[in-house]
Structure formats: C-alpha cells, structure tokens
C-alpha cells in the first residue's frame, strides 16, 4: 500500500510562481512513475508532467519551459515547480504513483491563478 499526501496549492497571480509537493509513504520501494494531474472545471483530466524511475521526465506541452517536475530522493518527496503561472493553469492538481500492478492518488490540491 502507499498513501499519498500533496501540499503547496493556493491563489496566485498570473505570471507568478507555487511548487506542489507530492509524499508518498507505505510501500515506496515499489513506486516507478510519479505524475502530476489536474482537472480544471468541465474539464477532463490531464497528464501535466510525471518522472520516471531512471529520472526521465514528461510535461504536457502547455506548460513546458514554466513547470518542472523532480524528486529528493532522501525526502522522498516529488516536486512540481511551476512558473509563469497562467489563469487556464487554474485547476485542482493531483499526485498520481505508480508501480507494478497499482497507483495511488494524493487529495488533490486546489491552484487558483488569477489577479
């Protein structure tokens, strides 16, 4: 089993800056992918950024070169840093973990971009 709590949403204004913090716990030997989701209102759900066990790392293209995705390994915790945030950012973001045979969803943290 592994549990995951996400922290660091908030109100921002535009062109301003937040960093998500994802921490799982339990079973996290077992954990290769981590992805970061968000659903905005009337909206599906999207894959914005996830890194992989060899550290490779994937962003949707709306937000590559304004957010990044990494890990602290001996924090066992996976960042989300996002810059340049922008209104259409506005959505609930969601930590996802994976590994063989499961995945974990976080609470989900709510990141409001407006002025």
């Known amino acids: 089993q592994v549990q995951v709590v996400e922290s660091g949403g908030g109100l921002v204004q535009p062109g301003g800056s937040l960093r998500l913090d994802c921490k799982p716990s339990?079973?996290?030997?077992?954990?290769?992918?981590v992805g970061w989701y968000r659903q905005a209102p009337g909206k599906q759900r999207e894959l914005v950024a996830a890194?992989?066990?060899?550290?490779?790392?994937n962003y949707v293209d709306s937000v590559k070169g304004r957010f990044i995705i990494s890990r602290d390994s001996a924090k066992n915790t996976v960042y989300l840093q996002m810059n340049s945030l922008k209104p259409e950012d506005t959505a609930v973001y969601s930590c996802n973990v994976g590994g063989p045979g499961f995945a974990s969803w976080g609470q989900g943290t709510q990141v409001t971009v407006s002025s």
């Open positions: 339990g079973s996290i030997f077992s954990i290769d992918t």
């Open positions: 890194i992989f066990s060899g550290g490779r790392t």
